[in-house]
T-cell receptor
Framework: DQQVKQNSPSLSVQEGRISILNCDYTNSMFDYFLWYKKYPAEGPTFLISISSIKDKNEDGRFTVFLNKSAKHLSLHIVPSQPGDSAVYFCAASGSSNTGKLIFGQGTTLQVKP | NAGVMQNPRHLVRRRGQEARLRCSPM?????VYWYRQLPEEGLKFMVYLQKENIIDESGMPKERFSAEFPKEGPSILRIQQVVRGDSAAYFCASSPQGATNEKLFFGSGTQLSVL
């Protein structure tokens, strides 16, 4: 039962262009969503989050959009840089009264110089 | 550096041996989460602990796996009688309050290889 899904295993974009990573969820109890970035042989690092009461949150080059009716969120990176090349995980919480996060399968982003 | 510390980084065990993975949370954090990442998959929740208590172990396999977070010392994830299918990266994360709107801080993980 995959409650958080990232249907694109990989994405390749040119440096300077926009990267758009997508995530879908099924559990309407989720009320907090996060994006993590992961390099090989390292742990995930927090990137940006959004509460279900908002539909957009922006932090520098990173913007997360939430569409609750479609149970869909996306991460926009603009402009993309080669250092952004990593695996990006979408995560959600709120289905229980703990801080447990449910992760998607991840999308590998490659930004070409 | 007060980040989440995991050790060892790499652990090799033969089938049937025991594996012990350690995690020290960030300073001031009393909530610890363990996740497992199998090859080509995302991170799967295993267990959530607060000092001396297991709060949620819904992701733990029913047999051979156990976790603890004693009053003093690191959290331990213990796998008895390891099998090849246990080979994975195990990540520990911590948070200050265990609230639903908190981000988790992750360690660098322990890569377990079972021969």
């Amino acid at each position: 039962d995959q409650q958080v899904k990232q249907n694109s295993p990989s994405l390749s974009v040119q440096e300077g262009r926009i990267s758009i990573l997508n995530c879908d969820y099924t559990n309407s109890m989720f009320d907090y969503f996060l994006w993590y970035k992961k390099y090989p042989a390292e742990g995930p690092t927090f990137l940006i989050s959004i509460s279900s009461i908002k539909d957009k949150n922006e932090d520098g080059r990173f913007t997360v959009f939430l569409n609750k009716s479609a149970k869909h969120l996306s991460l926009h990176i603009v402009p993309s840089q080669p250092g952004d090349s990593a695996v990006y995980f979408c995560a959600a919480s709120g289905s229980s009264n703990t801080g447990k996060l449910i992760f998607g399968q991840g999308t590998t982003l490659q930004v070409k110089p | 550096n007060a980040g989440v510390m995991q050790n060892p980084r790499h652990l090799v065990r033969r089938r049937g041996q025991e594996a012990r993975l350690r995690c020290s949370p960030m300073k001031g954090h009393s909530h610890v989460y363990w996740y497992r990442q199998l090859p080509e998959e995302g991170l799967k929740f295993m267990v959530y602990l607060q000092k001396e208590n297991i709060i949620d172990e819904s992701g733990m396999p029913k047999e051979r796996f156990s976790a603890e977070f004693p009053k003093e010392g690191p959290s331990i994830l213990r796998i008895q009688q390891v099998v090849r299918g246990d080979s994975a990266a195990y990540f520990c994360a911590s948070s200050p309050q265990g609230a639903t709107n908190e981000k988790l801080f992750f360690g660098s993980g322990t890569q377990l290889s079972v021969l």
